[in-house]
């Protein structure tokens, strides 16, 4: 059976919480995805205006550096939001988390969508070409690069200190048009599926991403997709369970009901292995399970855990 790697994927941030008090709250759920046999977590990224009635999150690598001293875990982000971040700044945080850490930590990276690259300054025209040059401006600088020049954007280097992983974190670019993809195959170390894509569309994509390695010649990286998981003893208990949530999910996403199990993972332990067979043919390697979205109780999501970890985790190893 085909290996896949666990990893837990946090909703931090509530109108009503500090985000001290959020973590705070949140480290059972470390503490449980740490004995499920969970390898890593992940965190999502915003750049709110104001508080969000469903959730919020915050840049990303100041979420990690509270994590890394809390968990043991390696440290993700699905995804960093590329056109928020002065390149040479990225080089630098990304660079010093990695150290805090000690090399830690993953980077899926993305574009955002168009109001947040408005908002930066970053214009639609040569957006992937910028993009492409951010990871090697990146790659270049955690190698001891004594600079980078490119066509769009240059810095001057070297920084230090250096990342702790030789040539800095793995950055797995996501994105579902054939430039993403071809930034995967060709720069990245990876590729990052969102949590609305519905497993046909993870597949070909994938298939594509392989493909676009191989012609290359590189090998393909991890294929990591986020996804929803609720988990109980039957079936029925985890569908009630989990459909405020998930119907909280196809409201701020737009998911339509007739794709929920091509994009959540919802029953006993049995349907979910089930599920997780598609998965696996279609050629994911790592799964970032959100099992505490839109306000879902903590302990809810403990369960849902140390459940995966009983009867999910092992049999995917």
Not at 73 to 97: D, E, F, K, M
Not at 233 to 262: F, I, M, W
Not at 282 to 297: F, H, K, S, Y
Request: proline share 9%; hydrophobic share 45%; aromatic share 6%.
């Amino acid at each position: 059976m085909p290996r896949i790697d666990f990893g837990l994927w946090l909703d931090v941030g509530l109108p009503s919480q500090t985000l001290a008090s959020r973590l705070e709250e949140l480290a059972p759920l470390l503490a449980a995805a740490e004995e499920a046999g969970f390898g890593s977590v992940w965190v999502g990224e915003a750049w709110p205006r104001g508080p969000r009635e469903w959730h919020q999150q915050i840049p990303s690598l100041p979420l990690l550096a509270a994590l890394a001293s809390l968990t043991p875990l390696r440290l993700g982000t699905g995804v960093l939001l590329l056109p928020a971040w002065s390149p040479l700044n990225l080089a630098y945080q990304a660079a010093a988390l990695d150290q805090l850490s000690g090399g830690r930590l993953t980077l899926g990276v993305g574009s955002g969508m168009p109001d947040l690259r408005e908002r930066f300054g970053v214009a639609r025209e040569r957006l992937g070409e910028r993009l492409d040059e951010t990871i090697v401006l990146l790659k270049s600088l955690w190698a001891g690069a004594p600079g980078f020049s490119g066509r769009l954007l240059s810095a001057p280097g070297p920084i230090a200190p250096l990342p702790v992983q030789p040539g800095g974190p793995p950055v797995l670019p996501g994105g579902r048009v054939e430039r993403a993809l071809k930034r995967a195959a060709l720069l990245g170390d990876g590729w990052y599926a969102a949590t609305t894509y519905p497993l046909p569309l993870i597949e070909r994509l994938a298939t594509r991403y392989r493909a676009l390695c191989a012609g290359a010649g590189r090998p393909a990286g991890a294929v990591t997709a986020n996804r929803f998981f609720a988990v109980a003893g039957s079936r029925e208990e985890a569908e009630r369970a989990a459909e405020p949530y998930r119907a909280a999910l196809d409201e701020h996403y737009g998911v339509p009901p007739e794709t929920h199990e091509d994009v959540y993972l919802v029953g006993d332990p049995e349907h979910v292995n089930r599920l997780l067979e598609g998965y696996a043919a279609a050629g994911v390697t790592q799964i970032a399970a959100r099992v505490a979205p839109a306000g879902l109780p903590v302990q809810q999501a403990v369960r849902t855990v140390r459940l995966l970890g009983r009867e999910v985790v092992p049999a995917w190893r």
